[in-house]
């Protein structure tokens, strides 16, 4: 059964410095990799998808790898602002798509002005 | 482009009464899964409809229950509800490679309170 953390569970930065989020899935054999962010009592937004056969993927500010046969992934936030506070989720999509995707609980993050 | 509508957004019901929960997708999905958000167990797969077949199931009871219509559009019912289903439903769509390759977005959810 595959399984997701995300370290750490929170975090506290003032804003303008970069940041890593981690997360760390236990089966290897995943089709792929998403990040979200929620803000709070909304649904959430998708921010980065990573194929299993891609090492990473970029948008912007964000920057997200995937070493699929540690089973590791991170996030990268440049230049952090306010705005970016929330609580940012990691998901696989794994099992032949049988086990949905499976979450991780995410990272909550501050970002102080 | 529209983006994912769930409604209602927000329902109070009792004890043993059922539930239905609506979810339209994006124009042009065809793949929509439903997932189960509380503070103790985090996000939870329930299942995921394409083509109205439901192709996945996560591992719920028989009392959670959905369909699709040809529209792509899904509801999902909770029957004999238990104050344990109190939660944020999601549900998200995608095209039609579904989980296994494409983006998946997300509604905004329907709080189930169970009293």
């Known amino acids: 059964k595959q399984e997701v953390t995300q370290i750490p569970a929170a975090l506290s930065v003032p804003e303008g410095e970069n940041l890593v989020l981690n997360c760390s899935f236990t089966d290897s054999a995943i089709y792929n990799l998403q990040w979200f962010r929620q803000d709070p009592g909304k649904g959430l937004t998708s921010l980065l998808l990573i194929q299993s056969s891609q090492r990473e993927q970029t948008s912007g500010r964000l920057n997200a790898s995937l070493d699929k046969s540690s089973g590791r992934s991170t996030l990268y936030i440049a230049a952090s602002q306010p705005g970016d506070s929330a609580t940012y989720l990691c998901?696989?999509?794994?099992?032949?798509?049988?086990?949905?995707?499976?979450f991780g609980k995410g990272t909550h993050l501050i970002i102080q002005p | 482009k529209a983006g994912v509508t769930q409604t209602p957004r927000y329902l109070i019901k009792t004890r043993g009464q059922q539930v239905t929960l609506s979810c339209s997708p994006i124009?042009?999905?065809?793949?929509v899964s439903w997932y189960q958000q509380t503070p103790g167990q985090g996000l939870q797969f329930l299942f995921e409809?394409?083509?109205?077949?439901?192709?996945n199931k996560g591992n719920f009871p028989g009392r959670f229950s959905g369909r699709q219509f040809s529209n792509s559009r899904s509801e999902m019912n909770v029957s004999t509800l238990e104050l344990g289903d109190s939660a944020l439903y999601l549900c998200?769509?995608?095209?039609?490679?579904?989980?296994?390759?494409?983006?998946?977005?997300f509604g905004p959810g329907t709080r189930l309170t169970v009293l």
């Open positions: 998901a696989v999509s794994s099992g032949g798509g049988a086990d949905g995707l499976t």
């Open positions: 409809y394409f083509s109205e077949t439901q192709r």
């Open positions: 124009s042009g999905h065809r793949s």
């Open positions: 998200a769509s995608s095209l039609a490679g579904g989980l296994r390759t494409d983006t998946q977005y």
